[in-house]
């Protein structure tokens, strides 16, 4: 029977995909489609450890889906059987709490939800439609970056302006990774079984970051907004700052208050700071060199990280678990113990050894036996719990069929 999904991410100008099993094991196949609209656009296929890179001549998303069906079709030594298509959609504003097998009604949500994601919804739809087209038989499920925190609260969720603008407009905290901080909360559960009755801090550090609290494996509150520039300092973003800075700069510079915005979203956080890179590992090493800006880049990121899970911790009556995740929170001690430095007061304590020497892409609890708070690094895995949502949609579906 087929059981394997086909996940999709598309963007504006990239197409990333995988085809994974719904269990941990690595994904059969995997691969990105670069620079679409351009003339260098580009497809690449993972299988089996060899890479082959393609050029896409008909540069657009249709010809990035048509080529990943056309390296299954051309490969049936790889054994690919799809039962379906999921799909990573970013914003599903207050429509959607949970993932949703699409339909008409599901797509034009999706193209409602535009408005908060000018540049991810559109290509979303884009993505979504090509693969109707080509995998018209596949059922196809959306799985939502904003579901998970539609637990908030009206509190938590509203921004404190004129409620109007709520309810004429829905401007309100969204937050994005949910995917990411499901997982890992499943990931929890699984790990201590008392999790279930218990709260989290998880910080999700890779070039976008964020951190979200959890009650009872539910999201509480989270540090990023109505879009992902809300919060923590990132790569290119700059997170939260007084909001009048955002005319300060249009009228300094002569710029448009949208240029301006692209300033907070694409020059600013560590590569605005460093003015070398957004990348944490290059400025680790420029650091080691002595470089004094990768310095104030990094502890910047901390500092912020920091003050971001002890305000979200606020809304926890306890804590007793801090998990690290994403490509800096999986990847970097030295990040990890600036922050857990800083969060003596919340009762985390690390293990300095066990944090320096935690093998990559393992699950590690990183403190010491004694402490309060159990400090984890647990490697995410977003593309898993779409192929496990997409499995799990369709067998109800079917399940329903059946039964009527
Ligand atoms: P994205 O938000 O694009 O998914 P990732 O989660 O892949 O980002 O994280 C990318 C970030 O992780 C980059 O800043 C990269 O430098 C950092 N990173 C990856 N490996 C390491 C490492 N060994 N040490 C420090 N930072 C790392």
Known sequence: ???????????????????????????????????????????????????????????????????????????????????????????????????????????????????????????????????????????????????????????????????????????????????????????????????????????????????????????????????????????TRSGSLDPSLLSFIADAEGITMEDALNVLNKESGLKGISEISNDCRTLETAQAQGDDRAQLALDMFSSRAAKHLASVSTNLSSLEHLVFTGGIGENSPLIREAICQRLQTLGIKIDRNTNQTAPRGEITCISPADAPVKVWIIPTNEELLIAQDTLHLINQDTATTRSA
């Open 1 to 235: 029977m087929a059981d394997q999904v086909l996940v999709i991410n598309c963007g504006s100008s990239s197409l990333k995909f995988a085809v994974l099993d719904g269990t941990e094991n690595p994904p059969i196949l995997e691969g990105i489609a670069d620079r679409l609209g351009s003339e260098h656009s580009s497809i690449t296929f993972k299988h089996n450890g060899t890479k082959q890179e393609q050029r896409l001549y008909d540069n657009d998303h249709r010809a990035a889906v048509a080529a990943i069906k056309k390296w299954i079709n051309k490969h049936p030594e790889a054994g690919i059987s799809l039962a379906g298509v999921g799909h990573r959609v970013v914003h599903g504003g207050e429509t959607f709490s949970q993932s949703v097998t699409i339909n008409d009604e599901v797509l034009k949500g999706i193209e409602d939800c535009s408005v908060f994601a000018p540049l991810h919804n559109p290509a979303h739809v884009k993505g979504i439609k090509e693969t109707q087209a080509l995998f018209g038989d596949l059922p196809q499920v959306a799985v939502f970056d904003t579901a998970f925190h539609q637990t908030l609260s009206a509190d938590q969720y509203l921004y404190p302006i004129p409620m109007r603008l709520y309810r004429e407009h829905h401007f309100r905290k969204y937050g994005f990774h949910g995917t990411s901080y499901r997982y890992i909360s499943q990931k929890l559960s699984e790990l201590e079984p008392t999790y279930g009755a218990e709260n989290a801090l998880i910080a999700h550090l890779g070039n976008g970051a964020s951190v979200c609290a959890t009650c009872k494996g539910q999201s509480v509150d989270t540090s990023m907004g109505i879009t992902p520039l809300e919060g923590l300092m990132m790569g």
